[in-house]
């Protein structure tokens, strides 16, 4: 085992850990980068864990039709999603320190799409089946954030990092995702403006920094990757994808916070402090 770095903030509570995951999509999610991610959080029990949204796929509630027989094929959704999305959720809070956060991404917004477009037969079963309520049913220290703001307002990212005069790093804000574009870390950067912004959706490993020359003050963007496969069933022709697997930790002081995208290649990953987690394919 490699050299231990110790957190002498954390024991002495001057600093807190953030864990984020990324995308999971199940049931496509990857097993074993999943598993990684999931040995990492329980070895780190940071104090506050944030999904990033689109925890489960929620295909059959999409509004693209099916491309191929696979797609086609029907599957029980609580048994392949909301089943095992909880158990998950369950191991998870248990590693927790403090709270847990998920974020409602574009995917578990299909449910909602669904039923409102299905008038009242949609409206009467929505409780049954939201992913909002059987996720956080029976839950303590557990905040879900919709998808869809309030009309007006921006109410759907959550403040990891509030832009206190005293946190010289600025603040930090993270949302499902706002954009899907190649350079996708790069556009949330500018359409944040003035708060670093954490993000998902896209499942590409990106970061970005700038800094204002007249303020001195940097402001980034970054997004973890994702744990689904690397290669979506609804791929046109095979056509390779660039994401990658990951997770995010962010490591917040009193005056200034640091985040680290961890990467998962084949089963494994070093933590920051050196130590290498190894899942058997």
């Excluded at 708060?195 to 963007?221: E, M």
Aim: hydrophobic share 35%; aromatic share 8%.
């Amino acid at each position: 085992m490699a050299t231990k770095i110790s957190s002498p903030g954390r024991e002495k509570g001057t600093s807190s850990l953030w864990f984020v995951f990324p995308d999971v999509h199940f049931p496509v999610q990857d097993k074993v980068a999943l598993k990684v991610a999931m040995e990492a959080h329980k070895i780190l029990k940071p104090e506050n864990t944030l999904i990033l949204g689109d925890l489960l796929d929620c295909s059959i509630f999409s509004s693209h039709a099916n491309k191929t027989i696979a797609e086609a094929l029907g599957y029980d959704f609580k048994k392949v999603e909301l089943d095992p999305a909880n158990a998950m959720l369950n191991e998870v809070q248990k590693s927790t320190r403090d709270h847990t956060y998920m974020l409602e991404g574009n995917h578990e917004w299909r449910v909602e799409r669904w039923a409102a477009n299905n008038n009242k037969v949609g409206e009467s079963i929505y409780d049954l089946i939201s992913p909002k309520a059987k996720l956080s049913e029976g839950r303590k220290n557990f905040t879900y954030i919709p998808y869809t703001p309030i009309a007006g307002n921006m109410a759907n990212f959550l403040q990891i990092v509030p832009p206190t005069k005293k946190m010289r790093s600025g603040g930090l804000v993270a949302v499902h995702g706002w954009s899907h574009c190649k350079h996708s870390s790069y556009r949330h950067l500018e359409l944040s403006r003035s708060q670093s912004i954490l993000h998902g959706h896209v499942h590409r490993q990106q970061s970005i920094a700038t800094r204002d020359p007249w303020t001195n003050n940097v402001v980034k963007a970054f997004c973890p990757g994702t744990l689904s496969t690397l290669q979506p069933i609804y791929a046109h022709g095979g056509t390779p994808t660039d994401w990658v697997h990951g997770f995010s930790l962010i490591y917040v002081g009193v005056t200034s916070w640091t985040e680290y995208n961890v990467t998962i290649v084949n089963g494994r990953c070093v933590l920051p402090d050196g130590r290498e987690i190894i899942v058997a394919r």
